[in-house]
């Protein structure tokens, strides 16, 4: 949250935009009992009616593996004595091994090469004016002095995780320079980096970025384990796509950085643990290049001491499981955020939950943003327009922004706080339920839009109690009974589109 906006949180906006009736109930027969039992939390629709913001997928049919043909393979095996079987000599192919540093230079196209074996004092360097397929089929390589892999070849470098196959690479603290050359880091490339196979691949950069590419990097299947990174775990300058696989990274920068590009994520299992950003499109020196990111599956769980999910432009979420912990924003975008499906979860504990320096849409999905205290919000638009239109919203935090009325079609109300771990329902007058939710911290405004808002009715609040058989995102629960709940003394009638019946609001809401 900028500090321009400390004052403006405490702010709440006018009542031609937010209709708020917060009354106390002496009429018996208008109140809800003081305990209900067996209240049906019935499961909704949050697939989105209308996608909005970017829905690619990056694809490019020059990136699979099964549309290259590499009939010629070359076995290199690492050890005491490095062991080279070349049919391509003095034919296209130049092979050479200086105490352990194996050097390829290719002019010839349809080569792959296999490499084996285990050296704690190795590197190989390959140059080529062709795309190559390089497999790793039980490779550990160590390179006190630079990186394990160095691809001085600005063409496709297909790299292949051979089936059951367990690999690791590991640099230096430091590197022996070579003024031409880049290397930045354990698996290096100048060109495009496609990863796939079924196998396993750890590194640990001790020097730079663990996997890097001065082009882009696209996982399409495979497990990568970044057990240790001194700067970012993947590190790209035009792109990062991932499609499947699994990706696990400690660093001790970014966990996934886009230096000038864009990040997609199609599907796959990532966890990251970062000190620095852990998911990050970072460009915004000129205009000449869009940093978006675009979220369409996949299961994410960060854990990072800086923001969680960055975009310096356009942030998409249009499917997947994201849980986050951060202690900056744990969703930030710099021009616009669309959320259109997906269960995310987005706890800061030094910032807002969600933050958009521009517009917010969300139209599906389950969200629920966690900001820290006033004058930090669950989720934050500044002046710009929140739109609601689907899905179930839940923003805890000291303040919220405010949904815009006049552009959103699903209720939304803002209540006040409650403890850590209490069970909250709201329950309307004829005992349909709203929200049930335990939150993980205690909050002073509560923010919430669902399908289960009706128009033109009383709700009322209870805590405590207990849901039975039931189903839970990260303390929002989506189907089970609950029972044995206390009634609060006010309730709320939701006249408008947009209800405050307590908590701060700050900026947002345009009308």
């Known amino acids: 949250m900028k500090q321009s906006h400390v004052k403006a949180k405490a702010m709440l906006l006018s009542a031609g935009i937010i209709s708020a009736t917060l009354f106390s109930c002496d009429k018996k027969e208008e109140v809800l009992p003081d305990t209900l039992n067996n209240i049906v939390i019935n499961a909704v629709n949050t697939v989105s009616d209308q996608y909005e913001g970017n829905t690619d997928t990056g694809a490019d049919p020059d990136d699979l593996p099964e549309n290259s043909s590499f009939d010629t393979k070359i076995p290199i095996v690492f050890g005491s004595t490095i062991q080279i079987s070349n049919p391509l000599e003095n034919a296209g192919v130049d092979i050479t091994d200086t105490d352990g540093n194996v050097v390829i230079n ?34 550990h390589i160590t390179n006190p002095v630079g990186p394990a892999i160095n691809i001085q070849s600005k063409k496709r470098a297909f790299i292949q995780l051979a089936e059951n196959s367990e690999n690791s690479l590991k640099d230096g603290q430091t590197y022996q320079t070579n003024e031409t050359e880049d290397s930045k880091g354990t698996l290096f490339a100048e060109g495009q980096l496609i990863i796939s196979g079924s196998g396993k691949l ?37 792109a990062v796509i991932i499609d499947n696989g699994s990706l696990q990274i400690q660093s001790e920068d970014d966990g996934i950085q886009c ?67 951060a202690t900056d924003d744990a969703i930030n975008a710099g021009t616009f955020i669309y959320i259109n499906g997906g269960s995310i979860y987005a706890h800061s504990t030094g910032n807002d939950g969600i933050d958009s320096n521009g517009p917010l849409t969300i139209t599906g999905g389950k969200v629920l943003a966690i900001g820290a205290r006033s004058p930090e919000a669950g989720i934050d638009c500044d002046q710009s327009t929140f739109k609601i239109t689907g899905g179930i919203v839940v923003g805890l935090g000291g303040s919220t922004s405010v949904p815009t009325a006049n552009a959103s079609t699903q209720p939304s ?99």
């Open 413 to 511: 109300v803002i209540l006040g706080g409650a403890d850590a771990s209490v069970l909250i329902s709201v329950i309307s007058e004829d005992q349909e339920e709203a929200l049930t939710f335990s939150a993980p911290v205690s909050f002073t405004t509560l923010l919430f839009s669902s399908p289960k808002l009706t128009r033109n009715k009383t709700y009322y609040v209870y805590s405590g109690g207990e849901v039975l058989s039931g189903e839970s995102f990260s303390g929002l629960y989506t189907s089970g009974t609950y029972s044995n709940g206390t009634r609060s003394s006010s309730s709320f009638t939701t006249t408008n589109l947009v209800t405050q019946a307590g908590g701060s609001t700050g900026p947002g809401g345009r009308p």
């Open 106 to 139: 290719s002019t010839v196209s349809g080569v792959e090469y296999e490499i084996s074996g285990t050296s704690a004092n190795s590197s190989l360097k390959i140059y080529s004016d062709k795309k190559f397929k390089l497999t790793l089929n039980g490779v």
């Open 202 to 238: 750890s590194l640990e950069s001790l020097y730079g970025h663990a996997i890097v590419s001065d082009q882009y990097i696209r996982l399409l299947s495979g497990t990568i384990e970044v057990t240790g990174a001194k700067k970012d775990g993947l590190h790209a300058n035009d």
């Open 259 to 325: 230096e000038k590009g864009f990040i997609i994520i199609n599907d796959g299992n990532i966890l990251i643990n970062s000190t620095g950003k852990a998911i990050t499109a970072s460009y915004d020196t000129d205009n000449t290049i869009d940093p978006y990111l675009t979220i369409n599956g996949g299961t994410i769980v960060i854990n990072t001491k800086d923001e969680g999910i960055e975009s310096k432009s356009v942030l998409t979420i249009n499917d997947g499981e994201i849980r986050i912990n």
